[in-house]
């Protein structure tokens, strides 16, 4: 159940990261609205606020988040901007989670 919780805490993270990032890509690359800036900056302030919401270091929360980020970004590849993922892309978004989940579910140190 654990490892469920992170993951959906650590997708919708990547997913604001995503978006907060994409927002303003679509600004500069192909001239949208300049008021997207404002929807990607509330994307990034609740990006940063979700990583908070983790117990472990903030370098090891980042790292387990890493593997997530990776597999939202290819879904994003998928469904926003159209391409086929490859098998490359399968097994390497698999090995990112299985180092996510090894990061994130690592047993406490003693004190």
């Known amino acids: 159940m654990e490892l469920l919780k ?4 650590f997708a919708l993270t990547a997913l604001l990261e995503i978006v ?14 300049v008021w997207l800036l404002l929807p990607a900056a509330l994307a990034l302030a609740a990006f940063a606020w979700l ?7 903030a370098g090891r929360t980042y790292a387990a988040y890493g593997g997530m980020y990776i ?3 290819l879904a994003w590849l ?14 390497g978004a698999a090995a990112a989670l299985v180092g996510m989940a090894i990061i994130a579910l690592q047993p406490a140190a003693p004190a």
């Open 20 to 33: 907060g990032c994409y927002l303003p890509w679509l600004v500069l690359k192909q001239g949208k609205p």
């Open 6 to 9: 992170v993951s959906a805490l």
């Open 78 to 91: 998928y469904i926003v901007d159209g391409v086929a993922l490859t098998r490359w892309d399968a097994v």
């Open 51 to 57: 990583l908070t919401l983790h117990p472990a270091a």
């Open 71 to 73: 597999v939202v970004a």
